[in-house]
């Protein structure tokens, strides 16, 4: 949830860390703050309420104060409200100490009532969890006079999930980070070092990164790297390259990042797709860590929240009918605790744009107890989804920063795509033919929906035409539905505006009491030419809601005739089959929510009470 930046080397900590919490915001954005150690060994704090902008704007002289030693946090509440008391970092050792947190502290109240049983005098500053592990650091730090063994000492007594980064006015250029279960990726400079909470806190400084495992800490100087366990043994890390480079996380001349982000769908696909089909056959050299389990796996999960969920009902449709094995899609979060049947012949398959979500990490790790074989689909390099998983298939769409998801949507539905057409090859479930000719609909898909993201401006206006409604629905079968629950999703999330998605066929058997003069419904149209009877039932649903007052925002196939008569409006997609329209429908809900959101006034980007990668449960 939060971000967090830590930086030696030189003496410009201070841009570094702004800089690093620019590109972290989206992780939570309730209050921001740093602290560095001056070039005199000063150390100074400085956080604020409210967004970034607020603590740059106060920044006074601080750059004056500029060090070369620093950490940064962007912060989304937990304990305590987002107001400048609760912000980081918290201090500990009289003031000498300054600590940054990632994550909940589970045991805190029990370590507070101790803190202040044994030491009276103890003032604590804020309502977080946080602070006291700052107090405890402190303490150990006065009898160790080691930051790192102090960090040590102090992770060993808490409970939960943390990234924690601390440095100590008596030992300048030094950060030490520690981490269990929340994310943090070490950056390699040249005489300078970085941490981050994930790569885009330092890809403008670095592409070489290091990925820090479960329970480690990890001790940066402007010239060294230690990473040992919890018990202080040194541990190996693996180095890799970033794959993104900076200017992909810039706006770019875009109104906001989820305008930009939308734009690059097609590409996202593209790039997913890329090196992955040769001479109409699926490769996913990935798959090869999983060795023989594909032949032998009688069942997959998948486990996803939100909108990776929403990949995954799609990727349940497709492998069932292309590789036809059984497939569940589970909540992550509800998955774990309702004793779910896996065993060593399940494929778990997570899905995550952030590789980060707690309740999907969490997930994988009961699948990975329970002997399952797990498979991660994910978007961010060096996270920890993938590290806690047997095999990745990244999906590349770069690095997507708009709280609400969608560039990383289409490439995880590309990503499952390709996966279920390896099943079916594995399991000779279609002939090499049938393959090859569904491999070529996915490929053609990134120019159809260039043709979809055409209609953007039209699209505008529908949206700001809307702004008073106070509630839509979504209605969609089969593929559709997921579509259908995704529109949804993102005029909440964005725009504020009660919306629920509906399997059309459901309607009738309660929801469409809801339906009364002028209730908008985006309806997810199949293709008429799509070989099953999905389209006429759909028709019939249409004409069920309009006789009820209902109006009609048809997402339909170019030139369907028989949506005509019925709709208020239709944005028109091309000729696409059932399992691959939902690529080419769900863009134009995503601009209606996002232009809706700003015709609201509304910061698309950065919704109320979000954030982008939730890593708490
Ligand atoms: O990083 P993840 O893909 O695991 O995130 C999962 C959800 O939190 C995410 O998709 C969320 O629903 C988005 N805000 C939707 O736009």
Not at 324 to 343: A, G, K, M, Q, W
Not at 517 to 528: D, I, K, L, T, Y
Not at 573 to 581: D, G, V, W, Y
Not at 599 to 613: E, I, T
Request: charged share 20%.
């Amino acid at each position: 949830m939060c971000g967090i930046v830590g930086y030696v080397g030189s003496d410009k900590s201070v841009e570094v860390l702004l800089s690093g919490l620019r590109r972290l915001e989206y992780r939570g954005y309730d209050s921001a703050g740093i602290a560095v150690i001056d070039p005199h060994g000063e150390l100074h704090t400085r956080k604020r309420a409210g967004k970034l902008q607020t603590l740059i704007d106060d920044l006074d002289g601080l750059a004056l104060a500029n060090g070369a030693t620093g950490i940064g946090h962007t912060r989304w509440a937990t304990h305590g409200g987002p107001n400048d008391q609760n912000a980081h970092p918290h201090l500990g050792d009289d003031g000498k100490l300054a600590l940054i947190h990632n994550g909940i502290i589970e045991n805190f109240a029990e370590l507070k009532r101790e803190l202040l049983e044994n030491n009276p005098d103890i003032v604590f500053a804020s309502e977080t969890d946080s602070e006291v592990a700052a107090l405890l650091v402190g303490i150990e730090y006065r009898a160790t006079k080691n930051l790192a063994e102090a960090l040590r000492r102090t992770v060993a007594r808490l409970h939960g999930a943390f990234t924690l980064l601390v440095l100590h006015k008596d030992e300048p250029g030094v950060v030490v980070g520690a981490r269990r279960n929340s994310p943090l990726v070490i950056g390699l400079g040249d005489g300078e070092n970085f941490l981050g909470s994930d790569v885009a806190a330092f890809v403008e400084h670095t592409r070489r990164a290091v990925e820090i495992g479960q329970d480690q800490i990890v001790t940066i100087r402007p010239d060294s790297v230690t990473i040992t366990d919890f018990d202080g043994a040194p541990v190996a890390s693996r180095e890799f390259e970033i794959a993104w480079d900076a200017s992909a996380s810039e706006k770019g001349g875009w109104s906001s990042f989820m305008a930009k982000e939308i734009s690059e769908e097609p590409e996202a696909i593209a790039k997913t797709l890329l090196g992955r089909i040769v001479d109409g056959e699926v490769r996913l050299h990935e798959l090869d860590a999983l060795g023989d389990a594909l032949n032998d796996i009688d069942r997959v999960v998948i486990l996803g929240c939100g909108t990776a969920a929403y990949s995954g009902m799609l990727a349940k449709y497709a492998i069932e009918k292309w590789a036809r094995i059984p497939v569940d899609v589970e909540l992550s979060h509800e998955f774990r605790y309702r004793d779910p049947i896996v065993n060593s012949r399940t494929l778990v398959v997570s899905v995550s744009q952030s590789g980060e979500t707690m309740d999907t990490l969490m997930a994988v790790k009961y699948a990975v107890q329970a002997g399952a074989r797990t498979l991660a689909i994910c978007n961010t390099q060096g996270a920890t989804i993938p590290r806690e998983s047997d095999a990745v298939i990244y999906t590349h769409a770069g690095p997507e920063v708009a709280v609400a998801s969608t560039k990383a949507f289409v490439a995880q539905v590309a990503a499952f795509y390709l996966l279920g057409l390896h099943l079916a090859d594995v399991r000779g479930a279609l002939s090499k033919a049938e393959i090859s000719g569904l491999l070529e609909e996915l490929q053609a898909l990134p120019d159809q929906l260039s043709t979809v993201l055409e209609q953007h401006e039209a699209i505008k206006q529908l949206a700001g035409w809307m702004t008073d409604t106070r509630a839509v629905l979504f209605l969609g079968r089969h593929a559709g539905y997921p579509v259908a629950l995704e529109g949804a999703l993102k005029l909440k999330e964005l725009a504020y505006i009660h919306a629920e998605g509906f399997a059309a066929g459901e309607l009738k058997h309660g929801p469409i009491a809801l339906i009364e003069a002028g209730q908008p419904v985006f309806v997810v149209v199949p293709s008429p030419r799509a070989q099953d009877s999905l389209h006429p039932k759909v028709i019939s649903n249409i004409q069920e809601i309009r006789a009820r007052g209902a109006r009609i925002l048809a997402i339909a196939e170019q030139g369907d005739a028989a949506v005509l008569p019925y709709a208020d409006v239709v944005i028109p997609i091309p000729l696409a089959s059932t399992l691959f329209e939902p690529l080419l429908a769900v863009a134009p809900l995503q601009i209606f929510a996002m232009e809706l959101a700003a015709a609201k006034g509304l910061d698309v980007d950065q919704p109320r009470n979000l954030a982008k990668s939730v890593t708490v449960e």
